[in-house]
């Protein structure tokens, strides 16, 4: 029986606020947004009344779980200190997640800068942990490995399906996660459609090119915005990692969303990442955000596994001309300043966008092609550097144009 979110909202108006008024009508609901019975919202009110309101937010989650047709909820409280108000008494920033809940009732408390926020309960400020010893790996999975970018436009998430195709073809068993909430496009580039299956309270993943992929764009529609704040993307993310059946794969791919905020903090507490590839273009202003990028894993003690330089020259179709579009050699320079290890170039190539759009990708598609093997190089380096040695710069095989 499917559910719909207009009988997910009359279920709501049962719900009180504080104040007495039915919650539907106190304006601090967002949209309700419903997915194959999985239902998801946030409730946003003002800093200072944060410890009233979840009861209410307690009570919204039970009310939409006992909806006829819904599987699970994520449920979302957060707090804002309004302009001019007093802080709020957590002294954290004016957005301070408060409380999610997701799947089965669990609670993961939201994060302020100046410390811990359950229910509106406050407590001094701690020092932040090693995430490394506070996280938890996945059963069955052996490397997770993260493949970000400072900056969105550079071709990360296509760089990390064929990252994870080329580790395949190293005889490896791969899965590939698309946590990027807003804008998942692993879904189109694997060329995968549809719902996965739910067994027991674990999803299945889906499968394409003989990997096993799961992304937020398999549970909405390809046009829906998800206008979700930080705790939503946290609990959502989390759910995808520890609430699919992964098992048994070697590495764990993760096309993480572009930027250095929740969902890589997320990331870095939630699972012992193994190591981030970072994606980047050659020119200046990307490579301004690649440093902020490596930066932040290196703050929590995740190894950066090397550089990438996406689109790093453009060879013309007809006549075999290269053109540095963005110029060239950009990222290897700064993966030599700081130290992290460079994995190779990739051009800027028809061939890879084109395969990329039909859900085709060219490692899959067009093995022996030069693309492919760039990826498959990239790859090999990246395995290199997880089994303890280092990856070394190789250049990239030149490819040839027929005009």
């Not at 790996?137 to 990390?160: D, E, F, H, Q, Y």
Request: aromatic content about 4%; hydrophobic content about 40%.
């Amino acid at each position: 029986m499917a559910v719909s979110a207009d009988e997910v909202k009359a279920r709501l108006a049962q719900v009180s606020a504080p104040d007495g008024r039915p919650v539907t009508e106190a304006g601090v609901l967002s949209d309700v947004l419903v997915s194959d019975g999985k239902v998801y919202l946030s409730i946003t009110v003002d800093a200072r009344e944060a410890q009233a309101w979840e009861p209410v937010r307690a009570a919204v989650e039970r009310t939409v779980r006992a909806t006829p047709g819904v599987t699970s909820a994520l449920v979302a409280l957060t707090a804002e200190r309004k302009a001019g108000a007093a802080p709020a008494p957590t002294g954290g920033s004016s957005t301070t997640p408060v409380r999610v809940s997701g799947q089965g009732g669990h609670s993961h408390a939201g994060h302020s800068h100046a410390g811990h926020s359950h229910a509106g309960h406050t407590h001094a400020p701690q020092p932040p942990a090693d995430p490394q010893k506070e996280s938890r790996g996945l059963p069955g999975v052996g490397a997770i490995i993260a493949v970000a970018s400072g900056k969105g436009g550079v071709g990360k998430s296509t760089l990390a399906a064929n990252l994870a195709l080329g580790l395949s073809s190293l005889g490896l068993k791969v899965g590939l996660l698309d946590a990027d909430i807003y804008g998942p496009s692993v879904p189109r580039l694997m060329g995968l459609k549809g719902k996965p299956d739910v067994e027991g309270r674990m999803l299945q993943p889906m499968s394409s090119w003989g990997l096993k992929v799961m992304s937020i764009g398999f549970l909405v529609e390809e046009e829906t915005p998800m206008i979700w704040r930080g705790p939503m993307v946290m609990s959502a993310i989390s759910q995808m990692l520890k609430e699919v059946n992964w098992a048994p794969l070697d590495i764990l791919v993760v096309d993480m969303p572009p930027g250095t905020g929740d969902a890589q903090l997320t990331m870095a507490q939630q699972v012992p990442l193994a190591g981030a590839v970072i994606v980047s273009t050659p020119q200046d202003l990307a490579l301004i955000d690649a440093r902020r990028g490596i930066a932040m894993f290196q703050k929590v003690n995740v190894p950066v596994l090397g550089v990438v330089e996406n689109m790093s020259y453009f060879l013309c179709p007809h006549c075999g001309t290269r053109s540095d579009v963005f110029g060239h050699g950009g990222a290897r320079h700064e993966a030599q300043r700081l130290g992290v290890p460079f994995l190779g170039e990739v051009p800027l190539q028809m061939a890879i966008r084109e395969t990329s759009d039909a859900g085709r990708p060219i490692v899959a598609t067009q093995p022996e092609s030069p693309e492919a093997q760039i990826y498959r190089d990239i790859a090999a380096a990246v395995r290199t550097t997880l089994a303890g040695g280092r990856a070394t710069a190789r250049p990239a095989p030149r490819i040839v144009v027929e005009s």
